[in-house]
């Protein structure tokens, strides 16, 4: 895999995509909201995302919004996000085992479900993923916002 890609980077690009929520980022990334709260608040602090409220009266919510600079990271990161999906469908073409496509997906885990979120993954490629164990992706008691989790 030659594409690195970091937590943050993949928040900003769901975020731009129209995941403006915490408890969206929460389920398309798969992972506890604590965690989303955290990396949101870094992202504020860094300038790259702020909070807005939207809507009127009882239907107000929180939602994100992206800065110029998170636009420009977000891009950046949409490229690189498009170049993942490319080496995944290029792997899983023709016929593959059960057992082979577990060890070919591995690396991308932690990334599919906002690939196929942002349609540049087929979602016929859930059928098969739902075949495969269920397993934490994110470590998020130990990984670093900023740490490149797919290189």
């Known amino acids: 895999m030659g594409v690195k890609l970091s937590f943050k980077e993949a928040v900003l690009a769901a975020v731009a995509n129209g995941v403006d929520t915490i408890e969206e980022l929460s389920r398309v990334f ?17 300038g790259l995302v702020k909070e807005v409220v939207r809507g009127f009266w009882i239907f107000r919510k929180k939602t994100l919004k992206l800065t110029s600079e998170g636009f420009k990271i977000a891009e950046q990161a949409m490229e690189k996000l498009r170049e993942l999906a490319s080496e995944v469908k290029a792997k899983i073409e023709g016929e593959v ?41 994110w470590d998020t008691d130990l990984i670093s916002s900023g740490e490149t989790y797919l290189e």
């Open 30 to 46: 798969m992972v506890r909201e604590e965690f989303i709260k955290r990396i949101i608040n870094e992202l504020k602090n860094e």
């Open 97 to 137: 085992r059960h057992e082979e496509l577990r060890r070919i997906l591995e690396p991308y885990m932690p990334v599919i479900p906002l690939l196929v979120y942002l349609n540049l993954l087929d979602l016929l490629l859930l059928e098969m993923l739902f075949t495969m164990p269920l397993i934490t992706w």
